[in-house]
């Protein structure tokens, strides 16, 4: 089975997940919808991107941020370029 390649955000979809974001780490499920309406994405990657941005700094304010593999890195390196433009 091929591997699937990762997507990459829109700069409009990272613009309203940033402003989102700043406004709420833990959107209720009505209003993830609305984001994922308006990032034109599923309900359940926004999700998903929110859980992984709380996990992420979570790690980064117990000085976790240490990993062993490549895909590992680009992940956090995704996560704290998205945490640094949403200026947290």
Excluded at 3 to 24: D, G, V
Excluded at 56 to 80: I, T
Aim: glycine residues 2%; hydrophobic residues 35%; proline residues 6%.
């Amino acid at each position: 089975m091929p591997k699937l390649n990762r997507s990459r955000w829109l700069p409009y979809q990272r613009e309203i997940l940033r402003r989102e974001w700043a406004i709420t780490d833990r959107p209720s499920p009505e209003k993830m919808s609305q984001i994922a309406a308006e990032a034109n994405m599923h309900p359940s990657r926004v999700k998903v991107i929110f859980l992984n941005l709380r996990q992420a700094r979570k790690c980064k304010a117990r000085g976790m941020v240490e990993s062993d593999s490549e895909e590992e890195e680009k992940s956090l390196k995704r996560l704290n370029e998205l945490f640094v433009s949403a200026r947290l």
